[in-house]
């Protein structure tokens, strides 16, 4: 009996969480397409999400595809600019590019945006806000929303491009293939329904970085301790629910 | 000062909120009359703060009503609520300045965003509501954590003001001042409050700022309101848990739950 409650319990909470999650996305993809808007705040934001992620979205995109023509080299044991161009265009377009520049932007992005729009939670700005006539999901969670769905596809781009970059310097560096046959190929690999998968998946992962962060952020409580616990929450939610929905994608686009 | 001829601004009745077990309003009744301050007092955890929220919109009663110029609020839509919260200004404890904006920025915000004034119109208009609370305008371009304690309540307090609302709300206005800066602080939201005709609702515990910014003192304890009058009368009202708490006295019919 007390084994059956305590399902029950945990049962109720991950529905009640799920639930106030449901309410908090769709209260914000409402003020999203309702105006008034503020394109200064969703530029800010854009600016901060896209081009201060370029350094460490770059960086993983080049070591990933370096680390990926290696191990498809040395480690697979294949040969042939053919297929290491392969590996390598479709791992960086469908699933690595996408998904470590979104687990980055994650532990950047969404752990910045919970700090601040908890420590405004605690500090009362949020409550402010409200007293000067400001909705709070229109002011602070609609922009980083935009701005998160707006920018995701392109640093993906961005890492795609690095990515098949890094697998060519090491494939001809290394290797000594021909660079010119290796580009080659690697045109040849490019698919549009693996490249056009890995921008879906981006556009959803930045709605559900700046999600989680936001929904975190704006439910913090309890000072500073809150808001670490927020941040924290943030991250490894959003983490988890990226490679969640990395499968439901790749399952829609792929699966026969 | 006596306001019984003027209409009522706010009226509660029969407030009631809870957060689980804990009942913190158990039927608050309060009018504020236009043109009227009032300051709620009480110890911490009796409810003010939760009584302010209600009032202000942050927070939704489980029963009772809340009328603004005889309107009732309680389950307005957040429309017609945003419309009824243009007539507020609240003076936040901590100021709740927004730290990603400049001073001038923070005290221009209600104008930029509620009425829609132009950025440089605004920011005129907020150098005047600084000059007003006795800030510097050198300071308009500093970020609010530059700011001590007393210029960031000043800075708050222009923010408050600046939008020209018809209530101020004080959330314990001088916590965490020097006394000195305390009283200057009260003196500013007495002037704001006289010159801009508003009316004006206070909550704090600071027996010395509420003598100074009230015309009428509530007294509020486990979630009701216990003692309503004039400030001249808080000294001899025959109210034994208002003479206790005035006092700051231990003994009395206010128990302090002291774990042991």
Redesign the interface.
């Known amino acids: 009996m007390r084994l059956l409650r305590a399902i029950g319990r945990g049962t109720i909470a991950i529905f009640a969480v799920i639930g106030r999650i449901s309410v908090f996305a769709g209260t914000s993809l409402y003020h999203c397409v309702r105006p008034p808007f503020f394109p200064r705040l969703i530029l800010r934001q854009m600016i901060e999400i896209g081009f201060y992620s370029l350094p460490v979205v770059g960086l993983t995109a080049i070591f990933t595809g370096m680390v990926l023509a290696l191990q498809s080299f040395s480690g697979f044991g294949f040969a042939g600019e053919a297929t290491i161009a392969n590996v390598v265009v479709w791992g960086i377009t469908r699933e690595l590019g996408p998904v470590l520049a979104g687990l980055m932007v994650a532990g950047r992005i969404g752990a910045a945006m919970a700090a601040?729009i908890g420590?405004?939670r605690v500090?009362?700005?949020i409550?402010?806000l409200?007293?000067?006539?400001?909705?709070p999901f229109k002011?602070l969670v609609a922009p980083r929303l935009i701005a998160a769905v707006a920018m995701l596809p392109l640093l993906v781009l961005v890492a795609d491009v690095i990515g098949v970059l890094g697998g060519f310097i090491v494939s001809v560096y290394d290797f000594g293939f021909n660079p010119t046959t290796y580009l080659k190929s690697t045109w040849a690999s490019l698919d549009a329904a693996g490249f056009i998968s890995g921008l879906v998946k981006a556009a959803v992962f930045g709605f559900l970085i700046a999600l989680m962060g936001t929904y975190h952020g704006y439910h913090s409580k309890g000072g500073a301790q809150g808001v670490g616990q927020a941040t924290t929450n943030a991250v490894v939610s959003s983490s988890i629910l990226l490679l969640l929905f990395n499968f439901i994608i790749t399952a829609l686009f792929f699966a026969t | 000062m006596t306001h019984s001829d003027t209409p009522a601004k706010i009226e509660v009745r029969d407030l009631h909120k809870s957060f689980g077990s804990k009942h913190v309003l158990r039927g608050v009744d309060l009018t504020l009359r236009s043109g009227e301050s009032l300051a709620v007092i009480g110890g911490s955890g009796t409810g003010k703060s939760v009584l302010i929220?209600n009032i202000?919109?942050?927070m939704e009663p489980d029963s009772g009503s809340i009328r603004i110029d005889g309107e009732d609020v309680v389950g307005m839509s957040?429309d017609e609520r945003?419309r009824v919260?243009?007539k507020?200004?609240?003076l936040?404890?901590?100021a709740?300045?927004?730290?990603?904006l400049p001073v001038w920025e923070n005290v221009a915000?209600?104008l930029i965003?509620?009425k829609g004034m132009n950025r440089h119109a605004a920011r005129e208009e907020a150098l005047v509501a600084m000059v007003q609370v006795g800030l510097d305008t050198d300071i308009a371009d500093r970020s609010p954590a530059e700011l001590s304690g007393g210029m960031q309540k000043r800075a708050g307090l222009a923010?408050a003001i600046a939008?020209k609302p018809e209530i101020l709300?004080f959330d314990e206005p001088t916590t965490g001042l020097d006394p000195i800066m305390g009283s200057v602080i009260d003196d500013l939201i007495v002037k704001s409050v006289r010159e801009l005709d508003a009316t004006a609702l206070s909550i704090t515990h600071d027996m010395a700022s509420a003598r100074r910014i009230a015309d009428n003192i509530a007294m509020i304890y486990e979630g009701r309101i216990v003692w309503h009058g004039p400030v001249a009368d808080i000294d001899d009202s025959g109210n034994e848990m208002l003479d206790q708490f005035i006092h700051g006295r231990s003994d009395g019919p206010i128990q302090l739950r002291v774990a042991s």
Do not use: C, H, V, W
């Open positions: 601040e420590t405004m500090t009362e700005q409550d402010a409200t007293t000067l006539s400001t909705n002011y | 929220k202000i919109g942050l957040p945003e919260t243009r507020f200004g609240m936040f404890q901590g709740a300045l927004f730290d990603s915000f209600g965003q509620s923010r939008t709300f």
